[in-house]
């Protein structure tokens, strides 16, 4: 026999025990099916949760009724295959179940109930597609989800944005499953692209889902905000019934306002001009705005002066207001009295915080403009000194017009110093002004809002197409509330939203639609041109989706929602909301704002414009149709800010040596 010498142990190296192994990923211990899922697995699948006792057989049961009424509502059987109507489609499925429900005359209550027996329903389904996704290594519909979302963005940024951990989304985007305890950091990543709660982590196929629900974004408080909400909780104004001769003659007053050639004298500047663009509808809460049915804007600023003033006069003294009787309080001529300016004013400080505003110089020089010798209402109407109860009608009228001029005359000169502007409009931009190029939040926010495109409700979809071009109209021509609100398209080009035959859009106002007119928008007429980055959203909206909002004839372009009174459909009128509207939009996809008005973009485009290029005034006051004194007044901060910056690159060499 021939033998070999060999070893019959191999050592291995000292650290080979501290060498990880390869991992090898674990099977799944019971493979999904390969069949696609039927409504009969699921009935199957709710049966096998209340034989485990996973699920209550009330609760299952109520599940399968619901689902069976879903079914029927939307022409499907047990035996057919989950189709989009429980996915995508769900949203419009699950409405034509409701109204099937309703026109059969179900309670409410029961319908509700219905709804929410289905919800549960639809997480067994897309906890099914992730776990098949999953099986056959192709992309979860959260991961396809979170795909669509951050395209275009830059992953590092919105996870730092939204404070999320950079390597959690890489995670997220190569197909790992959030764990439940992920849960808030989905909803942060929902909170960044303005969608509704919940809706990404619904996709995500984990059936519990952590309660921790943090805030991020959060605008810093505004001191004006916060107190302008709790003093409005308290509502004193006076209202006169239609029967009140205070109403008759602020009727006369306004006549006297408006008219070319009035019967007494006026100032060359106190005429009120009708609104060329009226805004709403006339109602009995706003009759004090109407002449006739003419629309008088300034009437409702100094209606709020007086109506405020009235309601002060008929608090109880307990309250700090003067105890007046409201009975006695039906006419004007209570503003010809002194005694009560001060205490008034004096009230409204100590509401405020212990500061004047600069509604107390304000409010006493419109009581100056009705006094004053000459051209006042008050001296040429004495007719209105019997209308006071007796006590208060001392001397002549005339004399009692000139005691309170000369009296404002001395309140004026005393509030000088001591008013404090409450309201900063740039205020509520501060943390987007800060960035380095302010515009960019503004994309941002555009991006967010493409990326939250509903796309399972017709109506929906056009609404979020209309927010869309809004928002992108107000970043490319900022103009007011009120010229937005009455732009007109027509298919002819006749509109003020016009399309020039090199395909260019373009906007154009008469000089007269401005707020100030009178002023640099007298200079010559609007006709700017839009950004071409809106005519492509801009063109889907017109030609596919404002036909789906339009209920009625209309050439306007911003369309409200349908509102209907008694079975009857309103006509479109210009949208008084639209402000309130772009505020909910700002305050849902803009960073760090808490909601900012349509006003607010002209601060935000001109401030960008200055902060790109110092020193561009005419081209801001081109943009916001304005005079550059004007912009260089308002923008000044800005333009200081980067007159130093400047003089650091004049004088450089002299500040190094420093």
Sequence with gaps: MTYESCRFFVPSSL????????????????????????????????????????LNEHTAANRATALRAFMRANHVTEADVVGSEMRTGFPECAERLINTLRDGGTAQRNITNTRSALTPVRQMVQEDDTARALDSEKPTPFMQQLKTLLSGHSVSRVARMSKVPYDMVLGWLRGKVPRASSSRYVYRVENYFGMTRGELWKLSGVAHPSRLQPQIGIARPIEYREQLGALTRHQYWFVPDAASPLRQQWHDFMVYKTALVPDLERSSKGRWRFSPLPMGRKSSRTWYQYLGDQEVSSAAAVWAKLAGYYGWLMLPAEKGGAAIPGDQLHTLAWLVLPEFLVPYLEWRKARSGGKHSTFAPEFVGWVMSLVREVEGYFPQSPWLQGT????????????????????????????????????DPFEPLLEILELPEPMEALVDMIARMRANRPISSPKREAIWSRDLVLIKLLASNPLRERNLAHLTWRPDNTGNLYQRSDGTWHIRWKSTAFKNSVGAAGDMDYDAEIHSSVYADLERYLHQHRPKILHSPSDLVILSMAKTKASEELPHVPWNDLSKRVTELTRRYLWKTGGIGTHSFRHLIGSSILKAAPGEIQTVARVLNDRPATVEKHYARFSSSDGNKRMGEVLGKSFRRM
Excluded at 398 to 423: D, F, N, P, W
Aim: net charge positive; hydrophobic share 30%; charged share 25%.
């Design 388 to 423: 006071l109860p007796e006590k208060y009608q001392q001397g002549t009228w005339i004399e009692q017009c000139a005691k309170q001029m000369k009296y404002c005359r001395r309140l004026t000169q005393s509030l000088r110093g001591q008013v404090h502007v409450r309201r």
């Design 15 to 54: 650290p080979a025990s501290q060498t990880a192994s390869k991992r090898v990923a674990r099977a799944r211990k019971t493979a999904l099916k390969s069949t696609p899922l039927t409504y009969a697995d699921i009935f199957e699948k709710l049966n096998y949760f209340v034989s485990t006792k996973q």
